[in-house]
């Protein structure tokens, strides 16, 4: 990179180059072109190249709001929430939102939760059954009216 102080250039200053100039801005555009295509198609499946909608609106006061959480009993007799980032079982929650249709269709897609878990936490307990659960909370006025109210999408016996 070139320095140049009151018009002088110092000894041993590299000045960037046509081809180095044209990769950057080749890498912007590409970038540039990337987001404004996820933003015309409004998917969050571009991310992230694309919008996270999720993020982008607000809750009107009469409304429900629908959270997605696995549940798991272990072999040690406990039932926990699954930690759903990459440090807890290697999914994100977002993952599992997405594909809510696809677990509700074939519950065997679940094992790859416990199987993520065991792998990542060998000295912890292990998963031997999983629900995929949407939690419901009803707003009136702005205002929750209740507790959750839970329903279970699907059900796995974790294999061994």
Known sequence: MTVVTDG?????????????KGVRVAV????????VNGSVRASDDAWPFGPMS????SVPDDASITYTRISAQTDAGTTVDVPLNIEGAGVARAEIEARTGEIVKDPSLLQQV????????????KYVKLELIRDTTQLVKGRVVGPPAPEVLATWEVRR
């Open 8 to 20: 002088q250039e110092r000894a041993g200053d590299v000045r960037l180059g046509r081809v180095g």
């Open 28 to 35: 912007a555009l590409v970038g540039i072109g990337l987001l």
């Open 54 to 57: 999720q993020y982008a609106m």
């Open 114 to 125: 416990a199987d993520g878990w065991a792998k990542k936490h060998p000295d912890k307990p």
